[in-house]
């Protein structure tokens, strides 16, 4: 019986003034051994031109004479030309076969065998296309693969194969996936958009999307080839590229539907391609998405994300994430007022380590950074107010903290607030939350010292008793058993995710779980051939029974150790914690501050005195 994703006939791009070619068949997954595809054109007098590998159709293209057959994978890109001119934008149309995909091939025609060069190693990047055979032709497997390609939309790719792999080294014509524009080493290539058509099509949510925009790489060491092959993309809505927006119910109905741009993540950290290892023996493809679920599930404003699988130009290219890109648009969407009012502050994502306004100015940042930082001073915590969102500020530092997240916060986060009276501070977002749920011990409550970010305005907060007492008191709500960080709360969203991915992941396993094995076998020794069933099952089945059940007590415990409880003047607190951390030599008789700092005439607050935690009312 004949299974294709059924949607609506595709949509015209509605920026395009004059008419365009339309095909009878519409863009979709098929599993059909061939399809016939007529083109209509719209104009009078027209005659319509076409090519079938991704590059854009001219007046010297193939001639139109009658319906095409298909019989794999084919890119469907046609215009209208009168009197050897092109007077019609392109139509583009993705007809994807399964039994493509199942079997690409590793040289597929006209692509390179080689793609970028390392940045600190030594040697070229080996070029890596095919579907596994090993997994591809196991009975068991093939069709778990194949109910996997269903299971999520598709975001289909195209552009001009040179865009993405010609090695010319020029701003306007060399190939962003050769010229990577790495943080570190050879930049080149960094901030190359080349033009492309993309479309969304089927899952459960029936997508049907076409439209034209720009394309670039993203990220900071995902654009390393020797540490990742599979990079994640930025898509740009320009009027050089088509549309100057996106306007699409892209999250559903209910959220924002216009945007200006669009990641595609490829899941860098804990995944099969990483360089390492352990990430390697980690991979779930859902940490990332579960933090920012976890901040939307607290009531606060978080990156929306939806799951697709990737093609790029026709060739299974992996599961990824779309996620809304944190700019003055998206500011518009989740906070109001226009886009002009929104400041944007953001550590610079490819390769500094200098926080810097993406949008916006960093006026009000600086003057909170130095607000936090006196937050001692009652006149000082009240102004924060204005400055701060204080009750979204703790939920998102107890979410890094149960999460156990190493790779924060001197990167991957972002900040954002509203200019203007109605404005109720800035508020941080879950970014990049890749590097979560390894070790359940995992203690991150007494925060870092990174100039400037999360856990360095949270150290200068804990000065004042108010803030102490309102994060310990939320620190107990969150992560008591029935809390949103106790263990059925985050077990629920954890599993959410594994069941919009749970058949999707044997395609991606398929796609790149031989890299490291058979392709590039680089740092801590050979890789393996990472299967669902034995490796992702064995890393999902240790966070269910060794991390969930455990992690929200150790947590509390570690934060009411560090964090402790007022009760009167002279009392002593848990004489038993030791404050080495902060490396000073107590005198006796005299008192500090809980940073080690000497004061002469203690005023309310927590102090340490003769090596005992006091409470001055």
């Not at 015209?12 to 595809?37: C, I, K, N």
């Not at 990577?180 to 029936?206: K, N």
């Not at 059940?549 to 947590?555: A, I, N």
Request: hydrophobic share 35%; charged share 25%; net charge negative.
């Amino acid at each position: 019986m004949k299974r294709i994703v059924t949607v609506a006939l595709m949509a015209l791009m509605t920026w395009a003034a004059t008419a365009q070619p339309r095909f009878d068949l519409p863009h979709g997954l098929y599993d059909e051994a061939s399809l016939t595809v007529g083109i209509t054109p719209q104009g009078a007098d027209s005659e319509i031109r076409y090519t079938t590998d991704g590059s854009e159709p001219t007046a010297q293209s193939t001639l139109y004479t009658e319906p095409l057959l298909l019989t794999s994978t084919t890119l469907l890109r046609a215009v209208e030309v009168k009197n050897g001119s092109v007077v019609s934008p392109v139509t583009t149309a993705t007809y994807i076969f399964v039994n493509s995909v199942l079997n690409q091939p590793n040289n597929p025609e006209g692509y390179p065998a080689k793609w970028g060069k390392y940045s600190q190693i030594t040697g070229t990047a080996v070029a890596d296309y095919e579907m596994d055979p090993e997994m591809t032709g196991d009975s068991e497997l093939r069709p778990k693969i194949i109910e996997g390609l269903w299971q999520l939309p598709i975001l289909s790719l195209v552009s001009d194969k040179e865009n993405f792999f010609s090695r010319v080294n020029d701003e306007e014509k060399g190939g962003i996936y050769i010229y990577t524009g790495p943080p570190v080493g050879d930049a080149t290539g960094h901030g190359w958009t080349r033009p492309a058509s993309i479309e969304l099509f089927g899952g459960p949510q029936r997508h049907d999307l076409t439209i034209d925009c720009g394309m670039r790489l993203h990220g900071g060491h995902g654009r390393l080839a020797e540490k990742n092959p599979k990079h994640s993309f930025r898509l740009v809505f320009k009027d050089e590229y088509g549309p100057d927006k996106l306007e699409y119910p892209l999250f559903g109905e209910d959220e924002p539907q216009v945007f200006k741009q669009l990641v595609l993540r490829c899941h860098f950290g804990n995944s099969w391609q990483h360089w390492m290892e352990g990430n390697r023996q980690e991979a779930q493809y859902t940490r990332d998405v579960w933090a920012r679920r976890m901040q939307r599930k607290m009531g606060h404003t978080s990156v929306n994300a939806l799951y697709v699988h990737l093609f790029l130009n026709g060739m299974y290219w992996g599961l990824y994430n779309i996620a809304e890109r944190v700019d003055g648009q998206f500011g518009k969407d989740h906070l109001g007022g226009k886009k002009s009012d929104i400041d944007v502050i953001k550590i610079e994502e490819d390769g500094g380590n200098h926080i810097e306004a993406a949008e916006g100015t960093l006026d009000a940042w600086e003057e909170m950074l130095e607000t936090a930082a006196d937050a001692a001073d009652a006149q000082s915590y009240a102004k924060l107010d204005t400055l701060l969102d204080i009750d979204a500020f703790i939920d998102y530092m107890l979410i890094n903290q149960y999460a156990g997240n190493t790779d924060w916060d001197h990167h991957n986060w972002y900040a954002l607030r509203r200019r203007g009276q109605d404005s109720q501070g800035f508020r941080f977002l879950c970014w990049d939350t890749e590097i979560i749920f390894e070790n359940v011990d995992e203690n991150l409550s007494a925060g870092s010292k990174h100039k400037g970010a999360p856990t360095t305005i949270f150290q200068g907060l804990l000065k004042n008793n108010d803030f102490a007492a309102r994060y310990r008191a939320r620190a107990k709500e969150l992560l008591a058993d029935d809390g949103l960080l106790g263990e059925t709360s985050v077990v629920e969203v954890w599993d959410s995710l594994y069941n919009t991915i749970s058949t999707a992941i044997y395609d991606e396993s398929a796609r790149w779980g031989d890299y490291r094995r058979d392709v590039h076998q680089y740092a801590y020794g050979a890789g393996k051939l990472y299967t669902v069933d034995k490796y992702y099952m064995r890393e999902r089945n240790r966070l269910l029974t060794e991390y969930f059940p455990y992690r929200s007590k150790k947590v509390l415990t570690q934060i009411l150790a560090y964090v402790l409880e007022p009760t009167a003047i002279g009392a002593t607190l848990k004489d038993n914690v030791q404050y080495s951390m902060f490396n000073v030599q107590y005198s006796k008789d005299k008192w500090y501050t809980l940073q080690g700092i000497e004061v002469k005439q203690p005023t309310k607050g927590i102090y340490i005195r003769n090596g005992k935690k006091v409470f001055v009312k």
